[in-house]
């Protein structure tokens, strides 16, 4: 919190913000209040600032990250933003592989309503789910159930189906 206050430049805060979300303390929250009134209006920092609190190590990201998509900033009709927020959640191991398959179901979710909109942005959050083989049995059923359940929707695109079914192999 100190390194945050005392910062000179936007990429000193983010540093020190990033520290920060991965802790359950009111400094998180104060620092994330600040750092979005601070850059309100510059696109791109806004990206940092959704991203740094969905991939965080924060015991809670997934609920975070859940909350974040129904913040007044986010649309699906924003590809970067759909990359700040989603992307950074399913490289986060606690959000994206939760034992429940909470995390791939988001995913799944998210490329389901995606695709009509921006089929390329749509796929290209395929990969983090077709990498299933990796994965420990249990976990692995769930990511692959995911891509059964992309795969068997109607009127699903070109590029999107071209990458599940990759993934399914």
């Given amino acids: 919190a100190a390194q945050y206050a005392a910062a000179d430049n936007m990429t000193d805060r983010q540093g020190a913000l990033m520290v920060l979300c991965g802790l359950d303390c009111a400094e998180r929250e104060a620092a994330l209040a600040d750092f979005h009134t601070r850059f309100a209006g510059n696109a791109l920092v806004i990206d940092k600032w959704f991203s740094l609190q969905a991939g965080s190590l924060h015991p809670r990201v997934f609920d975070h990250a859940v909350a974040l998509k129904d913040h007044a900033e986010f649309t699906l009709n924003n590809p970067n933003r759909v990359r700040a927020l989603y992307m950074a959640m399913a490289g986060a191991p606690l959000a994206f592989h939760r034992a429940d398959g909470a995390g791939y179901r988001l995913i799944a979710d998210l490329i389901l309503a995606l695709d009509p ?6 796929a290209r959050f395929v990969p983090p789910l077709g990498r299933w083989r990796r994965i420990e049995p249990g976990r692995s059923a ?11 929707a109607p009127n699903l695109s070109r590029d999107t189906l071209e990458q599940v079914t990759k993934s399914l192999g």
């Fill in 117 to 122: 909109i921006n089929a390329q942005t749509a």
């Fill in 142 to 152: 769930l990511m692959r159930a995911e891509l059964e359940r992309i795969a068997a």
